[in-house]
Structures are given as structure tokens and as C-alpha cells.
């Protein structure tokens, strides 16, 4: 209370002081000069005076009466007046004033005039003494209230001094007691510490006792397999080095090989480690060194196909730093990616229109993307994605995508897939990604279609085998868990490990859940038991469907039509098991595989071309031979090779004339594989006749052979025998082999049913019909479509140029209304190709809204560019012409239009000369099959050919009152069937056979269109009539309505064998040649061998001009060095490949795909490309008779160089023949001084008996060199033989196809000097047996030569005409032959 009172006044007290320091004595002596004071000044000096008791003056009042009291005057000289004034204010006693002075002064205090405020104005000094007044009235009010406080306080600290004495002495007897007390409290926390200390010893080493007993119990069961483990990473860790080395190269290099050419490589690999002292595994496997067994068994939960080849692409997928791009044409990759990543993974092609954007998206967020069917181009604006050009702006990994810059996701995945089986991609795509072989694999397919006939035939095993697989995955995922953490925990503890109760613990779970999983895996080994005795029991069904998988596969080389989906096999597959005859043990396995294998036939069937439906049936039977380890494959190779040979003879031919040299060399090939070809020549010298009697048989399978031969052989080693003596009975022995392994029913492809292929599709699934030329089904799809009631809902859209959109509104619309929606022409609207794929693939997406009688018919020729899905999972249809005459009498007399055929006003003239034409064009559509005898080009005549020569031949008739046959002849030979003959002999042939049939003779009833008379014109009749008349003719026509030999069905049937051993040499797998040799070993000794033959250097060009210098009068100086010039070119590219091979194979040098492409033709035994690019001469030749020629030739020039022009030229020699004729001409036009353009030929056959002189030596024979032109030999005359007792050509003999003629005196005359017999033949000459050929730059045709006049015997002179007889015989002269 007293501090909170002065409070109050010490303020007030402070601020008088401080306005009393702030006066002067000045300021006083200015007060004390006043004369008239202000009030105020006189009532504080009042109130001073009163302070410092000072007696105030008596004087009179204003009133003058009384006396008052003068303040101002004492004050001024007692107080004013005194220096010490301020001194003494500051220093009053203001604790001791007098009451009676405060009683005098108190009232100051109350009143208004002694405000400082107002006291200023009279005096800043007053003022200041004004508040120091009132400060002391203030203050001693306070003290006066205060003193008796104080007084009370002081007593009361006396007495507390006094207490708190006492209290000290007691506190300080108190703490003696307290420090007793906690003295003896410590002493009992030590005690209780010491226990609980105690305690807790007891409790750890309990609670590690019980660890210890945990840790011996967990690691105890685990000591063998831990200790095996450890044993493993020490090997492992030894071998890090190299297995890393290898594995890296299998990741940067080896995705896109085969598994074969992968082994090999490692093998390799492996093997130079070893040799560098680089330590690595023996048994190199990249899942064991990379692999994660986990993730493996999840990758195959995933639909990834369960073999090495799919696993190691997976591996080198998920290691790369490079973008995958799969080769995976049977979509597998494709369905794993999806399975594995689900409905995140966002599936893009690069034929949408919105790609990028979509794109761009999934980077941003980080989603996976699979883009499919990548051709082998790819949008330039994904090359900074596969190069992974991220940038960083700020914080943010950056991409440019095109114009764009995005933001990119760590956590992006790409994957690109193509359904290509073969695409060849660039350098600059090739190094961004990598390329992943994706093609399917036996093992692979194996297993899937185990897995399917299990399911179907055991579904409840296959259910047990599936469950056990996820229950094994759970099972090891969750062991490896545990093993992790327990290594994890282990790695990171310090101290005493029974310390670590998160690391006991975790041993301890692992312990009960191993125990739990060696239960499970005791449960599921009897499981597996059971499951893999029923897979054992069906695997040889699932190995032998797999093998026939690739069968299929392999024809997408013939035809790109044929490709079909691994999705559509496994279709037939599930289809054969489900319609299997019933059965049980072998029984059923067996009906299994028949069934499938038919069926699998019958599929295909109906979408090859006829030509290659007993090549198929041949590929199935050597397969399943070869399943079946009953094939020899060194006999395969050499059947297939068309018994090889064509090379220099080993040993001489026996002297016989039915013998060929192709015919020998093909038996001295065949010796050469042993077993029952041993001694095959000797046993064929010695029964030359026996083997004659074969020769001249007209069925050599059926007759018997000398020695019991064809009852000891199998089909294919008859076949060997049978393709050296009789080429032409290749076919049959071919089926024969079919029939053998496959039964006969593998021979009679199924007839082609549009209903039963419409009863197999569905609305899904699209229907192609892949066209011929002249084959057009739309007809039997009307039919179809009347039968199934949808006529009225066909809609047909003929594509082409701008008809894209219309086709796809069309298909849109067909989608609500059911309707049929017919594509035409397919293959001409490629631009379009990649929408309707895109459309097809969509349409299992979209089936809730497709109508279930929607169908989508497609029609197109054989293309590359057709859609790739639709040719895999489409049900395809070949449609051809008929084959036969008889066939295609009868189509086109269907076509004739009833009303039409009858409403001629010439009924007599008109049918006869239409059935001459209808014949017509059936005859020059079935000597195609005939080959180069038929016609040099293989020409696609059409049914709209017929059809306008008909339109033609009516109008004609009605317009003119006679026939004109010219015109008619005219423009039916020469426009509309001629308009499509390029070849010159063709167009020649095809006149002479249009006047058989557009002649006035058709009109008598006797005349015959061949000499067997069985075909004629009938009657008239109608359509029906003469349907009839045709139905009577042969099925199978002989080659006299052709008129062609009865050898010409022997060509026909070698041109069919040849045909399918060239196609089935080509799909074969590269094989060594025996021995075990690989591919590259037998092609490198080939190439040696060839190397060896070959001269040791090419002509010197500059010694031959030396020696034989350009003479104006022999122009051979002249021929010779052109013709070494182009041997010279030829020479160093057989030499350099073959050399450069050798290399290649030793490693010395890059195997280009030049040098690939000539070892694969050293194996097929043919000529390499690079070597007919060279350019070669024209040969047809294999690849051992091409050599033995090419050395020929060059031993042929060598001769010439050394002794000069021979007498007798081998015409066959030259590589330019037309130049060396001109050479010949030249030389008589200068010499007899004829312009050179009036110089022809005459042709005198000589002696036959001069031939084997020539052959001899050309320089010294039985004759001299001619004074005019030149003799020359090496041709041979297909289609007829030279009679020389006649004089002329005649027919060939029973199965002699070519014959060699004699010597041949070209005589060069003047044209007004010309010999030539009236009754002659010009005769082609070509350079091969194709006979075909094409412009070369100098206006010459590369493979027709000249056309030689031959005489002609007079019962061949038809109505005056000598080359009518000839011409439709095909007859042509060749300067080589194809042995």
C-alpha cells in the first residue's frame, strides 16, 4: 500500500523538481523585479511565503480603512531576493513539514488561480514554483498516510528477522535429518536397480535362450540348402566375368537370331573366353545368369510361351536399354505384353489418325504403350523416342515429339510388334531398337497345344496342372521373399545376432512357411505326378501337330496368300479333337492325329492354288517322316536338289544311246550316299538292258527293276532312281511316298464348296477369295446368297481409287442390316489395305453390335500388300479356271446366254465357228501346262476374251452376207487373244492355231480338230446339245488335240516335278551335307572345290589384240576380245565370291547377304543370283552343270587364243552369239563386196556321222573351214528330231525330249543368191529352254538368237503352208540344255 501511495506523489514531486532545475537565477531576479506582480505571481508568492514561514507585511487595504496582508514585499526580499532560493527548494524537508504550514497551504491546492497553467502566464519561474507548491501539498498528504505504514512495517520485519532466525535453526536441524533420510533412500533405489538390473539379465538371457533355440530350429533344416546356395554364387561369382561378358552380347546382339544360331554363338563365345583365360560357365544359359526364376514363372502365367527361345527374348527385353521391336508374326509376344500390363497398357497402330496424340499422352502420364503392326518403315517422328533424346528444362525430363515437346515419364514402357515373318529393316531402325524373334518355336507350340488337347480331353487335370503352376509361383515368390529379408536383416546386423529379434523372428516364419510350402510342394509333386503321366501320354499328339504347324507356316514363301495365324491352327486343332473318332489308349492318340492331320489338309487345301496342293501334301509326308525318324535326310536333300548332279562325269557314261549325261551323273550322285545306292553304277552297267526295259516302260514305278531294286527301296530312295531315269515319273513316285505315309485320301485335295466354307465362318471372320486370272466367283456367291436368302442384302463396292470411304460406310452399315458386303479387287486398292485391316481386327471388339448374318466377302489376286490378319485368320478360297479342255468347254458354254446363242440369223455358220472358238480358247489355255512348247510365255487368257470374239464373230455374221474369215481370223488371233502375245513365236503359233478352227471347213461335218478324230464340232444343236456332246469327250485330254508329241505330256509332267523340287528345295531347312557338317563347311568346300577348276587368272585382254589385231577383213579379231571381255567380268565374280565365301566362313571377312545368298545356292545345288547379275549368259543349268559349262566356255576361248578360229564353232560357247553371226556376215560382205544388210543365211545339215569328230577337237575334224559363213555345232531341236535319211524334221522318237543336231554349214550369201528349200520351217533358236526373254540394251533379245530355216518333209506341208505343222509342235532349236 505505502509503494502504491508514493507512487502516486513521486511523480508529481519529480516533475517540480525538474521544472525548478529548469530555472536560472535570472529567471528568480526577473520575478523579484516585478513592480505589479500578476495574481499569479502574488498568490505563489503567498503560498512560498507561507512555506518558508515567512511573515507576511501589514498594509492598507484598497479601501484605505483596514489593513491587509502584503505577501509580495517579504517574499521578494526574503525569498526572491536570496540567491540560494532554488537550493533551497530542491532541498526542503519535505518529510518533515510543519501541519500548521500545510493547514496555510493546503487550500492553494483547491484553488482555480493556482493552476500552473495559469500561474504561467504571469511567470515561466512562478510557474515552475507554482507546481513545486502543489507537488509538497500532494506529497505530504501521502507521507502522512504512509508514516504509520512504514512504522507497522518496520516492526513487522523485525519480527520476522526474529522468526526467521528461528525457522534458520530449525531448517538447519531439519536438513541434517533430510540428508539421513535420503542417504538411506539412495542406498534403496541402488538395491532396487541392482534387482531390476538382475532381472532384466534373467529376462534377456531367457528371451536368447529362446532365440537361439528359434535360430538352431530356422537354419538347421536350411544348412544343405543354404550351404548348396553358397556353393552355387562361389561358382557363379568365379564365372561373373564372362557370363556378364556373354550375356551382354546376347542382349546387344542375338534378339533377332534363331535358337540354333544363338547356341552357337554362345558356344563360340564361350570357347574364346576359355582360350583369353576369362573364367565362365561351360553351359552357358541366360535365365540362370539373368534370369529371375519369379518373374520367369509369372511371364508364363502372363501367356508367355513356355521355351528358351520366348524366356531369353523376355529377359532381353526387360535388360535392354533399347526399345523392343518384336518379329512375332503369330501375335504371341503381342498377347503377353497385353496380359502383362492389362488395361494400362494403351494399344496403338501407326495407321490411326490419332496416334501421335495418343502418344503423347501415355508419355506424359507414364502409361505402357504397344504399338502393332510396324512395317518396315516407321514414322520419323518416333526416332527421338527410340533414341530416348530426353532433355532436361528446369526440374522436368523433356522429349520432342514432331513439333510437340512433352513432358516424359520415367515410368513410360514402349513396345513395338510386327506380324511380318521376315521384314528387312534398316540400319538406322535396327541400331534404336531391339529386335526381338518373337517366330514361333517348336517347344513353344509344343506345350500350348499340349495344354489344349489336356484341357479338352482331361479338363479337370489340365484345371489341376494350372492351379499348380499359380500355387508353385505363390509358393516360390513367397520363399524368395523371406530368403531376401532374412539376407537383407543379416547384412545390416551388428553386435550379438540373438540381439536382432526382427531377424529371429523373420527366421522363425520362414521356417513354418517353408514347412507349409514343403507340404504344399509334397501335395503337388503327387499332383504333378498324376499330370505329367497324362501330358506324357499326350505329347507325341501335341509334338507331332506342332512339327505340321510349320509346314504351313513355311508356304507364306510360295504364295504371300498363304499365311495363316497360330490362333487359326489351334482352331482346326481343337476342332479335330472334339470330331476324333472315339477311342482309347494308342487308339485314341492315333485317331487324334489322323484326324487332325486331314483336317489340317483339307483347311489349306482350299486356299492353295492346284499347283501346290501335292507340294503341300508332299512337305506334310516328308515332316511327318521326319517326326518319325524315318527319313534320311541326305537322300531328302538330293531328291529335292533334283538329283543333284550336272557336273563334270566321275566315271564315263556307258555307250548307249538311251543315256543322257544328266542321267548318268544323276546315278553316279546317288552312289554316292551309300546303303543301297552302294555300287548303284557297276549294278547299273551290268544290267544296262534290264535298266533300258525300265527306261521305255510306260509306267518305270510299276515295272521291276534288275536286282529286286524297287521291292528293296523305300518310296524315296525308288524316287531318287526314278528322277535319274525317268524325270517324268517324279510325280507319281511323289505320290506314292504320300500315299505310303498318309494314305491315299492325302492325294484328292477336297472339292471346292462355298457352302461348307460359309457353314465355317462367322460374322467376324472375313471371306477371302484369292482370284486367277479369269476366275471370277461372283456368280457362285450369288447362287450362294439365293440359297441363304441374303441376295437382296449383297452389297458389292469394286475398290479402287477414291472408293475407300465407301467401302468402309458400306461395312459400317452391314454391321445393324446383316447384310453381305462383297470387296472387290483388294489388291488394287493397297492405300486402303491398312484401314480394312484395322476394321477387321475390330470387329471381336464390336460383336454386340455386328448382326449375326453380317458376312464381309473379299476378292483379290495374290499381293503382298493384302492385310496380314485378314490372309491369317480369314477363311480363304482359291478360285481358278477349270482345268482340261473338257472343263472349260463346259464353263463357257454354261456362260452363253440361252436367248442370245439362238438368235442368230446364220444358226448353222454361227454355232459351228462358236464352238470352233470356244474350243479355241480352251486349247490355248490348257497348253500352258505344256511349258515352252506350248507357249514361251505363260500367257492368263480370259473368259472377257472369249466373250468379245464372240460378240465379235455374231455381229460380223449379221452384218455380211459372207463369212470374213480374214477379219475374223484377224481380230481374234491378232487383237483380242494376240493383244496379250509379246513373243514373237507365240504370236506366229497363236494365228496358225486360230486357223484350225476360224477356217470355212469348220462348216463341213467331217472335219476333225485332231487326227484321233474325237474331237469335232457337233451337230447343231442347243446349249444343252452340245453340253452334252462335251460331257462325252475324255477327261483327260492327250497332247495330239494340241497338236503336240506324246512326249510333250512327259515335259509337262518334268516341267510339274521340277516345279515343286525347286519350291521344296527352297522351304527346306539349311542342312549340312552329311557328316555332320554345317551349312557353312559344306558351302565353303563347295566353293573351294569350284575355286580349284577355276584357271588361275582371267584373259589377257591386251596379249589377244597383240596377237590377233582388229583386221578389217576378219572380223573374229574382233568378236574374241568382246567375248573375253564379258567372261573376264563373269570369271571375277565367280572367283571373288568363292574366294570371299571361304573367308567369310573362317571369319576373315563380312558375310554380306551377297555372300549369304551364294552359300544358300551352293546348298540348294543352283546358281547364285549374284552370279546371273554378273551378267551371266542364259542357263538354267544346276549349279554343277552351270560350272562344268562355264569351264567349258572358258576352255573353248582358251583353245581359239592358242590356235586360232576353229573350223566348227560351238555355237553355245559365245556369251553374245548374235555378235559372232554379225562377225560372220561382216567377213563375207567384205569379202565379196555384198552391202552387209543383203547377206542371208542358208542352213546345210550335215552328216550326223561328222558329229563325234567335232567333239573331238573343232580344229581338226572331218571338216575344212567354209569359204562362205561358218559350221557350227552344240544345238539341240526339242519338239521334232533331224531325219537325215529324209532330209528334213521329223517326228522325235518315244521319249527322247531333245536331240542334238549335226553340224550345221551357215552358209552367208547374198539374198539374190539364196538356196533355200520352198518347204522349209523357220526355226527359233534360243539360248535355254525357257525360251523366254526380254529386250537387252543393244535391241537383241536375251534369249532368242536367230531363227534358222530347216528343211521340211512334204506330208508336213499343210495346204502349201511348211511352218504350220512345226509352229503348233512348238519346235525350237537350243544352244544348251537344263542338265
Known sequence: DCERDLDKAIPALNAAIAALNSLSKQDLVEVKAMKTPPAGVILVSKALCYMFNVKPAKVKAPDGRTKIDDFWEPAKKSLFGDSNLLKRLVDYDKDNIAPEIMTQVEPFASNPDFEPDIVKKGSVAACSICKWVRAMIVYDKVAKDVEPKKKSLAEAEASMAKAMKTLGDKKAELQVVLDKVKTLQDNLEAAKQKQRD??????????????????LGGLGGEKSRWISSSEQLGIAYTNLTGDVLVSSGIIAYLGVFTAAFRNEACTHWVGLLKE?????????????????????????????????????????LTNSNRWPLMIDPQIQGNKWVKNTHGDQLKILRLSQSDYARMLEAAIQYGNPVLIENI????????????????????SLQMIRLGDSTIEYSNDFQLYLTTKLPNPHYPPEICVTVTLLNFVTTFDGLADQLLAVVVAKEQPEMEKKRADLVLESAASQAQLKEIETKILSLLSSSSGNILDDEELINTLGNAKVASQRIEERVAVQEKTQAEISETRKFYMPVAFRSSAQFFVVADLASIEPTYQYSLEWFVGIYLAAIDHAEKGRGEARLKNLNNEFTFRLYNNVCRSLFEKDKLLFSLLLTVKMLGHDSELNHAQMMLFFQAGGGGGILSRPKPQVVWMSDAMWSRILEAEKLGGMFEGLATKFEQDLPGWQKVFDSDIPTEEKWPGGLHEKMGPLERGLIILAIRPDGTVRIMQEMIRAKLGDRFLSPPPFSLESCYADSKPEVPLLF????????????????VTKDAKDGVRTVSLGQGQGPKATAAINEGFGTGAWIVLQNCHLATSYMPTLEGIVENFEANMDTISPQFRLWLTAMPDPNLPVSVLQNGIKMTVEPPKGLKANLIRAYLAYDPQWFESSTKPHTFKKMLFGLSFFHALILERRKFGPLGWNIRYEFSDPDRHISSAQLKMFLEEYTTVQWSALNYMAAECNYGGRVTDAQDRKTIVKIMGDFYTPEILDPSYKFSTSGIYYCPPDTNIDGYLEYIESLPLNESPEVFWLHNNADLTALINESMSILRTAVSLLPRGGGGEGKSPEETYSEVAAGIQEQLPSAPFDIEAVTRKYPTDYNESMNTVLPQELLRFNKLFKVVADSCRELQKAVKGLAVMTPDLEEVGNAFLDNKVPQLWRKAPSYPSLKPLGGYVADFLSRLQFMTEWIDEGPPVVFWISGFFFTQAFLTGVKQNMARKFKVPIDKVIWNYHMQSAKSLPSVHTSMWQNDFQAPEKGCYVYGLFIQGARWDEEAGGINESFPKVLFEEVPVIWMEAVAAWEDGTPANHYLCPVYKESARKGVLSTTGHSSNHVIDMMIPVLEKHVIKGDPHKYWTRRGVALLTQLDD
Open 375 to 394: 512395317q518396315e518403315q516407321l514414322d520419323p517422328m518416333l526416332q527421338p523416342l527410340l533414341q530416348k533424346a530426353v532433355f532436361k528444362a528446369g
Open 276 to 316: 583369353q583365360g576369362i573364367p565362365a560357365s561351360a553351359e552357358f544359359s541366360l535365365q540362370e545368369v539373368v534370369g529371375e526364376p519369379i518373374k520367369i514363372r509369372q511371364w508364363t502365367i502372363d501367356k508367355l510361351p513356355n521355351d528358351m527361345v520366348s524366356i531369353d527374348n523376355a529377359i532381353i
Open 198 to 215: 538382475l532381472q532384466d539379465q534373467v529376462d534377456d538371457c531367457t528371451k536368447k535362450l529362446s532365440r537361439a533355440e528359434k535360430l
Open 770 to 785: 484369292v482370284l486367277t486370272m479369269g476366275a471370277d466367283p461372283m456368280s457362285e456367291l450369288m447362287n450362294l446368297a
